[in-house]
């Protein structure tokens, strides 16, 4: 499986999803719903890290690929926070978010290098 997804704490207030490897739209698709069905079965914000430091890079040729991963979202989502994701494809996920506001959504979006300063801003957000 060319992800995982597992909780942060034992308050099951940070999601972590890894994604590693060659991964089809399809996959990723699935992975993001998995991360929906695990923030949907608590009933307090959560905050979510999604490492791709080890997956290989999907073509964002065509942006309108990224619609259906974004209408997979939880509420209960306060912050997505993406490591190491290149800063093309950084571009691409923000001019989707422009463009297709309303189904993006609110959840804010912040891109790292490195899970340690994921970590860091989860820790941040999460005392709020």
């Known amino acids: ?10 308050e099951q207030t940070l999601l972590y999803l890894t994604l590693e490897g060659a991964l ?9 719903q998995g991360m929906k069905d695990w923030a949907d079965s608590v009933s307090h914000p959560i905050v979510t890290i999604t490492d791709v430091t080890r997956a290989d ?6 942006v309108l690929k990224l619609k259906p991963a974004f209408a997979i979202k939880s509420e209960n989502t306060r912050l997505a926070i993406i490591v190491g994701m290149p800063s093309f494809q950084q571009t691409m996920v923000n001019l989707f978010m422009s463009l297709y506001k309303q189904l993006a959504g609110e959840v804010p979006v912040a891109f790292v290098e490195t899970i340690e300063k ?4 989860a820790a941040r957000e999460l005392v709020k």
Do not use: F, V
Not at 1 to 10: I, S
Not at 24 to 32: A, D, H, K, N, V
Not at 118 to 121: K, S
């Open 118 to 121: 994921a970590e860091a801003l």
């Open 1 to 10: 499986m060319p992800y995982n997804l597992k909780w942060g704490n034992d």
């Open 57 to 62: 890079k999907l073509p964002l040729s065509n």
């Open 24 to 32: 089809s739209w399809e996959q990723l698709y699935e992975s993001m």
